[in-house]
């Protein structure tokens, strides 16, 4: 498998989108989901806005400020679980694991890489949000504006897990993140004749620029 060549502007809109948990993680307990994002995307804002010059001299902060972000938003495990699909239950201890660890790094190599590229215009989280069926489940919609009017349609997924929300997956322009890094896998095990090691360590998920920008059904 090939290393990920996301377009700038679409690699920047991930980073984006998986840097907005910057708040308290104390702060889940007390909000809702959707002001959560919002007072995190603002917070954000603040701290990479005009010092793109910076993190590009500096890309070790930057992947620093990626690292620390995820770890109180995303439910890594639980979406490690999810990537490996049918596969994870014959998958070691170690193994699992060991994914998680590798599909954390190639996110925030990606996230970082892209932060420093994407020109946008305004990012924000709408107004009118869809009530959720389940009290432990919560979608958030978002919209990323480029400085080119481009919009792009953004849908966070959240469980609540320990009375904290958690991303568990994304959807950025009709196309289910989650659902293509399965893919991604599934498929890596079939020409990998379902060498576990052998697929964790050559790991570089693919997203195809045409398809976001094109985006999909979801």
């Known amino acids: 498998m090939r290393a990920t060549r996301l377009f700038p502007r679409l690699a920047g809109i991930l980073t984006i989108l998986a840097l907005w948990a910057t708040t308290l993680p104390a702060l889940a307990q007390a909000q809702s989901p959707e002001q959560m994002i919002r007072d995190s995307v603002n917070e954000l804002m603040g701290r990479i806005e005009g010092r793109d010059t910076y993190f590009r001299e500096h890309p070790d902060e930057l992947e620093a400020i990626v690292d620390d972000s995820l770890e109180d938003?995303?439910?890594?495990?639980?979406?490690?679980?999810?990537?490996?699909?049918?596969?994870?239950?014959?998958?070691?201890?170690?193994?699992?694991?060991?994914?998680?660890?590798?599909?954390?790094?190639?996110?925030?190599?990606?996230?970082?890489?892209?932060?420093?590229?994407?020109?946008?215009?305004?990012?924000?989280?709408?107004?009118?949000?869809?009530?959720?069926?389940?009290?432990?489940?919560?979608?958030?919609?978002?919209?990323?504006?480029?400085?080119?009017?481009?919009?792009?349609?953004?849908?966070?997924?959240?469980?609540?897990?320990?009375?904290?929300?958690?991303?568990?997956?994304?959807?950025?322009?009709?196309?289910?993140?989650?659902?293509t890094f399965r893919n991604q896998f599934d498929q890596a095990m079939r020409d990998q004749n379902r060498d576990y090691d052998a697929v964790i360590d050559g790991w570089a998920p693919e997203l195809a620029v045409e398809e976001l920008e094109q985006g999909g059904d979801g």
Do not use: H
Request: hydrophobic share 40%.
């Open 73 to 179: 938003v995303a439910d890594f495990r639980y979406i490690g679980a999810s990537v490996m699909g049918r596969y994870f239950r014959n998958a070691s201890p170690a193994q699992r694991s060991r994914f998680v660890d590798t599909f954390r790094q190639t996110l925030i190599d990606t996230y970082a890489k892209g932060l420093v590229t994407f020109d946008y215009r305004e990012v924000r989280v709408l107004d009118n949000q869809e009530a959720s069926r389940y009290e432990d489940q919560a979608s958030v919609a978002m919209e990323v504006v480029a400085n080119d009017g481009t919009v792009y349609p953004v849908s966070y997924t959240l469980r609540l897990d320990d009375g904290q929300w958690r991303v568990v997956n994304v959807i950025v322009n009709g196309i289910n993140l989650g659902l």
